[in-house]
């Protein structure tokens, strides 16, 4: 069906995302807005990090719509942090495990091109005697001007 969505909308009277946010909770609170293909746009709005996220089949677009966010990702060097604001995007590439914190509350939709793949509230979710290969592109992640990298905020 073809037809425009609300995103304020979509967003009344669903939860944020807290520390004590459960999985089920966590899916209620990022309403689908559309499908296409086999993938979605949902948006949620953070008031902490998410879990990590593990996209096997291809990339995330990520649009801050208010806030900012840190993008943290994990390679096999070391983790990258980008640091996204209202009204800009960031590409996180396939394979890449990857979560989102506000800094300090933020609204984000995110466009997956397939079904959303596995998640982890573990400290590093690739677990301890393996490491989820990186992404053929993940050697391209560099900000540009709209994104900013920069250290970790004192006491993050």
């Given amino acids: 069906m073809m037809q425009a969505q609300n995103i ?13 946010t459960t999985y089920e909770t966590f899916r209620a609170a990022c309403p689908e807005l559309a499908a296409f293909d086999k993938g979605a746009v949902t948006v ?17 677009l990520l649009h801050v719509l208010d806030g900012q966010i840190e993008v943290i990702l994990l390679t096999d060097d070391e983790p990258v942090h980008v640091f996204v604001r209202a009204g800009s995007i960031f590409i996180v590439p396939a394979r890449v495990w990857h979560r ?14 397939t079904q959303h793949g596995p998640t982890s509230w573990a400290e590093d979710p690739r677990g301890k005697t393996s490491k989820t290969p990186a992404s053929p592109r993940s050697k391209l992640l560099r900000p540009n001007k709209a ?4 250290p970790r905020p004192p006491g993050h």
Avoid: C, M, Y
């Fill in 8 to 20: 304020r909308t979509a967003l009344r009277g669903k939860p944020k995302i807290t520390a004590s």
């Fill in 44 to 60: 949620g709005r953070f008031a902490t990090q998410g879990p990590w996220e593990f996209h096997p089949d291809g990339d995330e």
């Fill in 100 to 113: 989102q914190v506000p800094r300090p509350l933020a609204t984000l939709l995110s466009a997956l091109p």
């Fill in 147 to 150: 994104l900013e990298r920069s």
